[in-house]
């Protein structure tokens, strides 16, 4: 699957990038959301946020709302306004958006991102100048009318939630083969069914730097593990009268899998999103570019102007972080975006549009103000890339 998305990747990119670029009477000029560069332009950007993310789920892109371009030089600045919806991958996970389902209408949340994000055609260098993204979960009201018998969501922030969470996790470090313990890193999801009988949940998990001696479900480790994994877990509590009875699934990522995306090499890698540092980090930090290589694969170059700001943090740090993103908004950010989850409302809303700033670093490279509505093109917004039908039927979807 990896070897066939970079073939892919670097196919279109060869076709579309040995075109002419925009021309200069206009800075920044309306284009059609079909057009074979936006599209490419669309999924790199939507990659280097989910790069960016060390919370929440995998986003992909499932229509392109508006687009212009910004003729540079030997390169193209795409602004972009772009519908997303999130799979089942958690970020942590690092994969490829590709390799990631969509989760049905009662589990998804959607939404818009803004980027800006910038491709050089002769060089293929890739770099986000900045990006926003507000996503919110289908209405109450939504969810019924289309499936009356789904799960109802249960708030993040639902202490009964945690304690399913741990409790389900004290089952998976007991029967594990694991020497080290795990520890809950985020709520993803939960909900109910059979009116409160029966509880699931989603979260992620991180090695701990504890053994599992005296292991207890509310057990605190303050060992950090510099080699640790992530992993994430899929949990249900039963609640019947002869006793509650549990069950939880766990998919524990790699060393490989965590890197993979951000470095093909095998050397000089980053593990993003609190997963520790080396030499690569120093590197981005002076402004040197990532290479990313696949065989079939023309080179282009990622350019990282900012890692998530959960790194290099201790276990109880990142229970602090965990405790903030459970609030009704939550905010996933980085040093040139964020990503706003709103919470789930009875009925359907008009969802407010991203405020994208554009960071002083890329000012100075003349990078514009985003385009408001009243610019839009003309021949936008794009088909859907993917056959989500409950989406076209929500009165919240923007544009």
Known sequence: MKLLVLTVIGTLLGAAWSRPGVPDSDPLQAASCSDSQVAIAADLAVREINKRQDEGNILVVYRINDAHIQNKDTGNTFYLDIHVVDTECPAVSRKDGKECNTKPAHETLYGDCHAVIHINRVSREVLLHSYACTLIAPSSKTVLSMCPDCPLRVSKGNDRLMGYAKQTLFKYNKESNNSRAFAVKEILRGNTQLRGVSFNVEYTIYETGCTKENLTADFICEIENPDKQFGLCKGSEMVIAAGPTSSVNCEIYTTQDMHRS?????????????????????????????????????????????????ANRGPS???????????????????????????????????????????????????????????????????????????SELHAVSK
């Not at 789930?344 to 700033?357: F, G, N, V, Y």
């Open 262 to 310: 951000e470095h093909e090499h095998g050397k000089g890698r980053e593990q993003q999103g609190g997963h520790g540092h080396d030499k690569k980090d120093k590197d981005q930090q002076e402004g040197k570019q990532e290479h990313v290589h696949g065989p079939g694969c023309p080179t282009f170059h990622q350019r990282n102007q900012g890692s998530a700001e959960h």
């Open 317 to 391: 740090q990142q229970q602090g972080d965990h405790h903030r993103s459970t609030r009704d908004v939550e905010s996933h950010k980085s040093s040139i975006g964020s990503v706003f989850i709103l919470p789930q409302t009875t009925d359907p809303i008009d969802l407010p549009e991203p405020i994208l700033k554009i960071p002083e670093s890329a000012k100075k490279t003349d990078i514009l103000p985003f385009p408001n509505k009243s610019r839009s093109s003309n021949v936008c917004p794009g088909e859907p890339k993917l056959p989500i039908k409950w989406i």
